[in-house]
């Protein structure tokens, strides 16, 4: 049962979609829609069992509530998942299908990129359904893509985070370990780069390490010893769980501040960063940068605002660290403590 899951928390509604003809299978999670229609992205992803894919969803989709309520935005959460075969991709016949399903939730659920899903793919969810965001318009694809925009938030956010720890928000000459070169985590390292941080960076694809050490001049290391780098900040831009029981005892960095969602493994993971003395910028304070631009046509946004809502982060994220300290919890917890008390206040709970 989808219920016995432990992350199946509150839902409101988790649906698995399956379509013989083009293969698809889908989970798609709508955690809490208080604020508003259900907003997150769509992650094509191979999975070891339908019930790791199921509680990815779960994971993801409780992450954008908090998300979305701290970024103020006038949107629930929800996430979804395409699993893959090993090695495949999402066909464009799979994100028809996948497109039809979302258009029967009526708006309920509206996705947008995620890891393996680009602007060209949720050009073909769009040909089924118009509650769908992170479209290519007449700018094209580059003008879609919210990584950018999710980057620009953890850089400010990186400051905010480097202030709060040594009293000094400059990233110049400061050493980031960056995990994860993908959309995030390259643009990311041009910001990082263009303000004058040093930087070591590693990823799966030995193609676009290759690539950052060219053109960014950053070091590189193993992706099974990027978190143990002797850096200033380790940013981790790839996948969820990376702060976990073996990794958190060997991590280089005094502070942690990166795009991945779900970063900490669990509850246990949050403190015991407070143990070590590290301090945790929690992920769905910082990468709200990307839902901030994608939400935009629903928000009403100009590209000037979007700009500024991102430039909020960094406050947002001090004054989560100050509620922390004060409170002896770690950052994701009073994160968290304040995303729902956010929603209840909106939602007229409270
Ligand atoms: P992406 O798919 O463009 O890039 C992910 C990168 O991580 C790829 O280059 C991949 O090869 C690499 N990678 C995977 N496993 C790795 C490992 N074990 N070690 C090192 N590298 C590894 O994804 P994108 O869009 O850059 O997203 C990265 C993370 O940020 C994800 O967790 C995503 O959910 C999160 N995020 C993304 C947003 C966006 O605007 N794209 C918004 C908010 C969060």
Known sequence: MLSDLPDYDDHEMVAFLRDKE???RAVIAIHDTRLGPAHGGTRAWHYGSEAAAATDALRLSRGMTLKNAVAGLPLGG???VILLEAGGRATPAMLRAFGRAVDTLGGRYI???DVGIGPDDMAEIAAETRHA???PGPEGAAG???SPYTALGIFH???AALGFATGDASVRGRHVAVQG???VGRNLCEYLAEAGARLTVADIDAGRVAAAARSLDAETADPDAIHRVAADVFAPCALGGVLNARTIPELGAGIVCGGANNQLADARAGEALLGRGI????DFVVNAGGVIWTSAPITGATPDEVTARIGEIPARLTDILERARRAGVPPEAAAETHALALIEARSGGA
């Open 111 to 113: 996705p947008a990129e």
């Open 144 to 146: 879609a893509d919210p």
């Open 157 to 159: 956010a990186m400051g």
């Open 133 to 135: 965001l992170g479209v």
């Open 22 to 24: 083009s293969g698809l």
């Open 78 to 80: 929800g996430k979804s």
């Open 279 to 282: 301090l945790y910028a929690p």
């Open 181 to 183: 070169l993908g959309g």
